[in-house]
C-alpha cells in the first residue's frame, strides 16, 4: 500500500487489451534478440474451442507427443497447452500434462481491428504482411501475455469465427472436412469462410488421412505443398499392460483400426 493512502488506491488497474498487446509484443521482440541459442524454443498446442471426447483427446496427446518427442530426438522444446478458460476442471482434464511437464495456457480470446493488429506487428518482425481479409481477428490473451512468448501457435481445429492474428507462425490440424461431405447435419446459418482463410494462410497443415489432405487442397484451396498426411496421434504414456500386446486368445494375423470411440 502507498504510505498514507487508501487502500483502494493499491487496487490493480486492469489496461486496455490493446495496450497490454502492445506492451508485452515490443518486449518480447528485445527479448528473442538476445536469447541464446541454447535455449528451448515453445510451442503453443492451441485447442480454438471447448471439444471434448476425441478432439480434446487428440489435443493432449499432441502436446505430449511434441515434449516427449523433441526430447527423444536430442532438441528438447517447452510445449504450452492452450485451451479456453473456464471450459474444463483443469487439473482433472489435464493432470497427464502435468505429469508430462506440458504447461497449461487458460485464454480467452480477443478481437481486435486491422489498425491494431498493424500496430502489434510492427513490435514482433520487420516483415511486411499483406493484412487484406484482417479486417477482424482474433488473438488468444492469457491475461498475463498474448502467447507470444511461443515461437511456434499449432492449432488442433479450424474452428475459429475470424482470421487467427498473424503474429506467429502456425499451423493447423484437421481431422475432418464434415461441411463438404455431410452439410445436412449443419444449420443454415453455418459459414466456413473464415476456417478456409485460416488454412490457406497456414504455414502447414497437417491431416491424418489422404482423403482429408486432398479436401484440404480441393476444397479449403490450401496450397498442395503445404499439405501434410500424419498418422493419428500416438500416445506416450500408455503402461506396460497396454503396450505392444498381441490380441488374446489368437495368433492369427489382424489388424487395428483406429476410430473415434466418443
Request: hydrophobic share 40%; glycine share 6%.
Amino acid at each position: 500500500f502507498a504510505r498514507g493512502g487508501d487502500a483502494r488506491s493499491a487496487a490493480p488497474i486492469r489496461r486496455p487489451f490493446d495496450e497490454r498487446l502492445f506492451s508485452f509484443a515490443s518486449g518480447f521482440n528485445a527479448d528473442v534478440a538476445k536469447r541464446r541459442a541454447d535455449v528451448p524454443r515453445k510451442i503453443a498446442v492451441t485447442l480454438p474451442v471447448p471439444y471434448r471426447g476425441g478432439s480434446l483427446r487428440g489435443f493432449k496427446t499432441i502436446a505430449k507427443m511434441l515434449h516427449t518427442g523433441s526430447r527423444l530426438a536430442g532438441e528438447p522444446v517447452e510445449v504450452v497447452a492452450a485451451f479456453p478458460a473456464s471450459s474444463y476442471d483443469e487439473r482433472r482434464t489435464f493432470d497427464d500434462l502435468l505429469e508430462c511437464g506440458v504447461q497449461l495456457r487458460p485464454f480467452q480470446w480477443q478481437t481486435i481491428d486491422r489498425d491494431t493488429l498493424a500496430r502489434a506487428i510492427g513490435f514482433v518482425t520487420d516483415e511486411r504482411l499483406d493484412l487484406s481479409g484482417y479486417e477482424q481477428s482474433l488473438v488468444p490473451d492469457y491475461f498475463i501475455n498474448q502467447l507470444l512468448d511461443c515461437d511456434f501457435w499449432m492449432v488442433v481445429s479450424d474452428r475459429l469465427p475470424l482470421p487467427l492474428a498473424p503474429l506467429r507462425r502456425t499451423g493447423f490440424v484437421i481431422y475432418d472436412y464434415i461441411q463438404r461431405m455431410r452439410p445436412d447435419v449443419l444449420p443454415e446459418s453455418f459459414d466456413d469462410r473464415s476456417f478456409l482463410f485460416n488454412v490457406q494462410h497456414a504455414d502447414f497443415v497437417l491431416c491424418t488421412a489422404p482423403f482429408t489432405a486432398d479436401a484440404a487442397v480441393s476444397y479449403a484451396g490450401v496450397a498442395r505443398s503445404r499439405v501434410h498426411v500424419v498418422d493419428m496421434e500416438i500416445e506416450v504414456d500408455l503402461d506396460e499392460q497396454a503396450a505392444g500386446g498381441q490380441v488374446r486368445g489368437t495368433g492369427a494375423p489382424y489388424i487395428l483400426w483406429p476410430s473415434n470411440t466418443s
